[in-house]
């Protein structure tokens, strides 16, 4: 965990009082044991069990302050990877909501949304009263303003920056999050000596550019974290974030065609992608 990159990341002093607040729960609070216990439950599957060694989700979800009295938000949360660990955290105990995109523009949308509703709905037993909301340009309260304790989203932000939406999501997670409630983001790290594409056709974005979305829509920083960093990752930008695992995809050229030979066995030899780690608050006004 690091408290502080340079001049860029300044030391917060309310840093350690933050943070420390997560821990100081009293003896009855279970949310160590229940998150170890959803990390290896058997309702995952083998294949998203195998990613966990890239993007540490019991790390990741300790420095972000998950509590199972929390209610959490997960924004574009489509394909369940967290959602299937974190719902059960907080289920019968706190709340969960999966914002996945409004299924009323489009059936592929719809499908998607039919998809992760399902799974809650057929282990209720495990995911408690987890729910599903849309969002998007017309569905902009994914859950009742201002109750979130914890909004979470896991690299989207690229996917916001390509839609021209990025600066809509950002109110919408503000808007979301009680006063004093908290906003953790992981996303693809992009090289700070390349300019950042507002597009990012990359699939990278940069991390002071990202700071500052996120601050310009209100949110205060409070900690970055190492967990996901890959040093690894020489961000090939021509090549794009998708060549590297799990996609193994060359997004940049005509088919999208999958990596083959020595540039594939280069590709999972990085692993996953180098990520940043952010944990912002929304001031108590």
Known sequence: MNF????????????TL?????????????????????????????????????????????????????????????????????APVVAGTGKFVGALPDPTVSERSKNSFDRYLAAFDENRDLYGDAEAAGIGAEATQPIEPGTADLVLTFRNIHNWMSAGTVEQMYEIMYNSAKPGGYLGVV???GNPMIKQDPKARSGYVNEGYAIKLAEDAGWQLVAVSDVNDNPMDDKDYEGRVWRLPQTLRYFGREGFPELTGADRQKSL???ESDRFTHLFVKPVE
Not at 6 to 13: D, K, P, T, Y
Not at 24 to 53: P, Q, Y
Request: proline fraction near 1%; charged fraction near 25%; glycine fraction near 10%.
């Open 269 to 271: 030899a990085i692993g």
């Open 18 to 86: 933050i943070i420390g607040s997560f821990s100081s729960a009293n003896a009855a609070d279970n949310t160590d044991a229940r998150l170890r216990n959803a990390i290896a439950g058997e309702h995952r599957s083998a294949a998203k069990v195998a990613r966990d060694a890239y993007r540490n989700p019991y790390e990741t979800l300790k420095f972000f302050g998950l509590k199972e009295d929390m209610t959490v938000l997960e924004i574009y949360a489509q394909g369940a990877w967290y959602s299937e660990i974190i």
């Open 187 to 189: 996303e693809h790290r």
């Open 4 to 15: 502080g990159r340079g001049s860029l990341f300044g030391a917060v002093s309310a840093v």
